[in-house]
């Protein structure tokens, strides 16, 4: 006997009607980033959506950090982003581990004019925070999600006191408030981790946090 597997239906974090007038209203970034972005979503890459850059501009604007840990590159978006709307004298370490977008990541920072202001750092997260030396005002995580747990480990102790994590696809496109047995058997080691960061992270008493349901779900936090 053949059983039809029930569809789930695909939950949405916040209503589409409503994301597309908050970004309507987006002033938008530099041609370069505009043209980057663009690029960037025709070839699939995953970059941040344009509800979280508006949430990184804001945090520099309020925050002004002048060392910034980024965890995950991609092809370099968000670094620029960051060195783009930070100050003059504020410097991005970032992070990156794909080889087929390490180069292309290179590129882009050359030609944004903020290659001095980049350390792009190549190779496996894990085998790299622990040879960094503290401190930094904020960390930006947007890289496997199964390494969260681990990650916020780090960034405990990477980031000054009264520093800022920030970490972005927390919600999982809603997947994150099924079961595990309604998720994809592929997919649940990091729906449990995601959960388990998560948990950790507003049970932390080295942090103060809050998660948002913007874009995929950004997490918060101030280290204590």
Known sequence: MIVARKKV???????????A???SLNTGNTPFLNELESTARENRVPIIRRETQTLLKFLLAAHKPKKILEIGAAVGFSSILMAEYSGEDTHITTIENYEKRIPIAKSNMELSGYKDK????TG???DILPTLEPYFDMVFIDAAKAQYPYYLEEAARLLKNGGIVAADNCLQDGDIIESKFAVTRRDRTIHKRMRDFLYKMNHDERFTSVILPLGDGVTLAVRN
């Open 9 to 19: 239906k695909k939950i949405v974090i916040v209503n589409e009607r409503c994301v």
């Open 21 to 23: 007038y908050i970004n």
């Open 118 to 121: 980049i350390t792009l750092l």
């Open 124 to 126: 496996n997260a894990e």
